[in-house]
């Protein structure tokens, strides 16, 4: 089992449709999760981070996080075409090597269809 | 503000030279870390620098593969021997590094150097 799983896609939706990224960790005592947008040939770029159980929103993006389900998912509100990319969760997790190492999943493929 | 920057943007070289790649971290970043991202692939945890804290070089695939960080800013990650499996974009990110707040680990990524060994 790989430590942070996505949905590898591609995952297409409508433009103005709601996006549903998702991603599942095994460590369960881990503490921060964060979302990073990839365009093709660019470098990851922080999207939002999310410590506590819940939601969290930031303009048309919502990160959500469920500990006790080891679960976090990012939705993305009226989908453009410029959102396209892929979308990477990445963990800091409790058994990572050091406090501040990152695991990252393999990335969710999004196209937004005009 | 300046942020993170990796040179050379591209390498070409062929199997067996060494090769070196730099990155400069975004200014006051008291951590930098190196990633590898092979070809539709998530990224590889590498090696990690926290101040003046021993490296964390967990990530490091084989002995061929080093880094350093000079002054607690610029880094260079050396790959010796190169083979073509090292084939890769080689990412650099940094970030603030202090435990203040919720804030501290929030990475910061260059642009990449992309490495093709021939």
């Known amino acids: 089992q790989k430590e942070v799983e996505q949905n590898s896609g591609p995952l297409s939706v409508p433009e103005g449709a709601i996006a549903s990224l998702n991603c599942t960790y095994s460590d369960r005592g881990s503490q921060s999760f964060f979302w990073y947008r990839q365009y093709s040939g660019k470098s990851p770029e922080l999207i939002m981070f999310?410590?506590?159980?819940g939601d969290k929103e930031d303009g048309r993006f919502t990160a959500q996080l469920n500990k006790a389900s080891q679960y976090v998912s990012l939705l993305i509100r009226d989908s453009q075409p410029s959102d396209s990319a892929t979308y990477l969760c990445?963990?800091?997790?409790?058994?990572?090597?050091?406090?501040?190492?990152?695991?990252f999943g393999s990335g969710t493929q999004l196209t937004v269809l005009p | 503000g300046a942020g993170v920057s990796q040179s050379p943007s591209n390498k070409v070289t062929e199997k067996g030279k060494d090769v070196e790649l730099r990155c400069d971290p975004i200014s006051g970043h008291t951590a930098l870390y190196w990633y590898r991202q092979s070809l539709g692939q998530g990224l590889e945890f590498l090696i990690y620098f926290q101040g003046n804290s021993a490296p964390d070089k967990s990530g490091l695939p084989s002995d061929r593969f080093s880094a350093e960080r000079t002054g607690g800013s610029v880094s260079t990650l050396t790959i010796q021997r190169t083979q073509q499996e090292d084939s890769a974009v080689y990412l650099c990110?940094?970030?603030?590094?202090?435990?203040?707040?919720?804030?501290?680990?929030?990475?910061?990524f260059g642009p990449g150097t992309r490495l093709t060994v021939l």
């Open positions: 999310i410590y506590s159980n």
């Open positions: 990110a940094s970030s603030p590094g202090t435990s203040g707040g919720p804030s501290y680990n929030e990475q910061f």
């Open positions: 990445a963990v800091n997790m409790r058994s990572s090597g050091s406090a501040r190492q990152l695991t």
